[in-house]
């Protein structure tokens, strides 16, 4: 599947073992399908505000025959009511008044119903139910960390980050045909720590002398090729653009050569989990910081403006790159993952990467990873967008995220959207269609005027 971001097509994310989430398919409508509208049409409401959704038949149409059954969860976790819609009349009510900050999630299945062609469902086969997803946020401004950031985070970084800048960049430049007559394309390596390398393609307008950049990271997955159409779209309205891969691989390969990468590379996640020394993230965040690095010391980069950009886990990595690189100025942030890695010891979904939570050796070391405790080192202007059915990147996590960050800042709530790769492009419009303006401001250099965030 893809998806249109800030006027070009990207590859929507790819999660190994996170392909099949339940109720969250968009799908044709049918008469099975319920109408649920929320009582506050942006799905955010005050603490003890009766929160909650006006559930009707579809005109015309009956009940099938059998309960539509309901859950409904704090924060996608603790269930707080569940039981069947009473629809005799067509009409039902689910509500909730909560006294703290915190997401809902709910979730309501039909009786199995034989469907027709044209019908919706997220499964195949036979007689099945129909499962619809909503969402909604209590106070979303007012949510916290669930755990501290550890004491020596600052520390651990500032370490780090000197063991890479005493490894030369030997940045390796190697000219391509973009495909386009006004964009100049390259592939791009550089050195890393330990002997690695960071990999990448770097796209800029013809015959423009400075220019304002953008950093694009990459979304989660097995690793996969960069496709040059995710930067020269970019390139031609008037930015510098580098994306870089987040694993240690060529950019530009034949699928077969990713095929054929070892099994432990594409279960990368579990590399090095229980060490933050040896964390797969560590090296991937490093590699962030060298790529934003490098932009900021190139000629042609105008040296005032400096964006990243990502969906998911490139979401996750530029809230981290933003903490920690001062020349970074502008932040913009699809359903970030990563926020929140502890989440499922503290009464919240936990999200991708998914760290295992029985190792308190892992549990230790997701907090140097985790973007929530990135985010009060950030002082970019940021653009934040959250799913409020999100069960990849939990929207709890990104609210705590977003709330951290102290620099200007603009949240972008999508009440009834699932991840990025599961969504429609109505239900990601508020991201879409606001980066897009970001991006046409900011590269024509006016002011960026940021729509206020009046959230309770």
């Known amino acids: 599947m893809n998806s249109k971001i800030n006027g070009f097509v990207a590859p929507t994310l790819l999660l190994a073992g996170l392909l099949f989430l339940p109720g969250i398919t968009p799908l044709r409508q049918s008469s099975t399908r319920l109408i649920v509208t929320p009582f506050s049409q942006g799905g955010i409401y005050r603490l003890n505000e009766k929160a909650g959704w006006n559930i009707s038949l579809p005109d015309g149409s009956t009940p099938a025959s059998g309960e539509y059954k309901f859950t409904l969860k704090k924060n996608n976790f603790e269930i707080i009511k569940s039981g069947t819609l009473d629809l005799a009349n067509g009409k039902a009510t689910i509500e909730a008044e909560l006294p703290e900050p915190a997401t809902l999630y709910l979730q309501i299945t039909s009786p199995p119903i034989k469907e027709t062609e044209g019908s919706s469902t997220f499964t195949t086969g036979g007689n099945r139910p129909v499962t619809q997803v909503f969402g909604a946020a209590i106070a979303p401004r007012a949510l916290k960390p669930v755990v501290g950031r550890p004491p020596d985070f600052d520390a651990f970084w500032k370490t780090k980050i000197s063991e890479l800048v005493a490894v030369p960049e030997n940045a390796v430049i190697t000219p391509g045909d973009s495909g386009r007559p006004d964009v100049d394309f390259a592939i791009i390596k550089m050195d890393h720590v330990n002997g690695g390398h960071v990999y990448g393609q770097i796209a800029k307008p013809k015959g423009k002398a400075k220019m304002p950049a953008i950093l694009m990271l990459q979304w989660a997955s097995p690793p996969y090729p960069l496709q040059k159409s995710w930067i020269t779209g970019y390139a031609a309205q008037g930015f510098l653009v580098l994306d870089i891969e987040p694993h240690d691989v060529l950019p530009d390969q034949p ?36 790529a934003a690095d490098y932009l900021a010391h190139r000629p042609d980069w105008d040296g005032k403006t400096l964006i990243v950009l990502g969906t998911s886990m490139g979401g996750q990595q530029s809230l981290c790159v933003a903490g920690l690189h ?9 359903e970030p993952s990563g926020c929140d890695l502890n989440a499922g010891l503290h009464g919240r979904q936990q999200g991708y990467p998914n760290f295992p939570l029985n190792n308190p050796k892992t549990v230790q070391a997701a907090q140097y990873f985790d973007a929530i405790n990135f985010a009060p080192r950030i002082r970019a202007t940021s653009l934040v967008a959250m799913g409020f059915v999100d069960t990849v990147a939990p929207p709890a996590g990104i609210w705590t995220a977003f709330n951290l960050i102290r620099g200007r800042k603009e949240a972008a709530p999508m009440f009834d959207s699932p991840h990025n790769n599961t969504a429609t492009p109505a239900q990601q419009h508020p991201f879409t269609g606001r980066s897009a303006e970001w991006l046409d401001t900011i590269v024509k250099g006016k002011r960026l005027e940021l729509k206020p965030n009046r959230f309770p």
């Not at 990368?268 to 962030?288: E, P």
């Not at 001062?326 to 699809?334: D, F, G, Q, S, Y």
């Open 255 to 290: 699928q077969a050569y990713y095929n054929a990468l070892p099994a432990t590379l594409k279960n990368y996640t579990a590399i090095g989990q229980d060490d933050r020394d040896k964390s797969y993230f560590l090296k991937m965040y490093l590699a962030d910081y060298r």
């Open 326 to 334: 001062p020349k970074i100025t502008h932040v913009i942030v699809n």
